[in-house]
Nanobody, 120 residues
Framework: QVQLVETGGGLVQPGGSLRLSCVAS????????MAWWRQAAGRKRELVAN???????NYADSAKGRFTISRDWDKHALYLEMSSLKPEDTAVYYC??????????????WGRGTQVTVSS
């Protein structure tokens, strides 16, 4: 079993910045791709950005140039630095990880989410 815990959400003014963190713990042999998803009220969950175990990154068009995804291998942690935030960035942000276990199987895990609200 693996747990993902997101932190760093909150209320931010338009144009402001925020840094989200996610830490994975539990039965982890290797963490492969990690990703940030978000879901705004009344909308489908969408991919914001991800990063593989080979440090290849991918960003949604809406995040390019404003968001930066990174990870800390020792801490099994994932980060999302957000700047120039817009009201349309308001959503619950979820951490996702594709994990290989010591028992030689893989699974995808989700965090509970952290609320980001961009409003004046």
């Amino acid at each position: 079993q693996v747990q993902l815990v997101e932190t760093g959400g909150g209320l931010v003014q338009p144009g402001g910045s925020l840094r989200l963190s996610c830490v994975a713990s539990g039965n982890i042999r290797r963490v492969y791709t990690m990703a940030w998803w978000r879901q705004a009220a009344g909308r489908k969950r969408e991919l914001v950005a991800n990063v593989t175990d080979l440090q290849v990154t991918n960003y949604a068009d809406s995040a390019k140039g404003r968001f930066t995804i990174s990870r800390d291998w020792d801490k099994h942690a994932l980060y999302l630095e957000m700047s120039s935030l817009k009201p349309e960035d308001t959503a619950v942000y979820y951490c996702n990880a594709f994990v290989g276990h010591y028992t030689n199987y893989v699974n995808t895990y989700w965090g509970r989410g952290t609320q980001v609200t961009v409003s004046s």
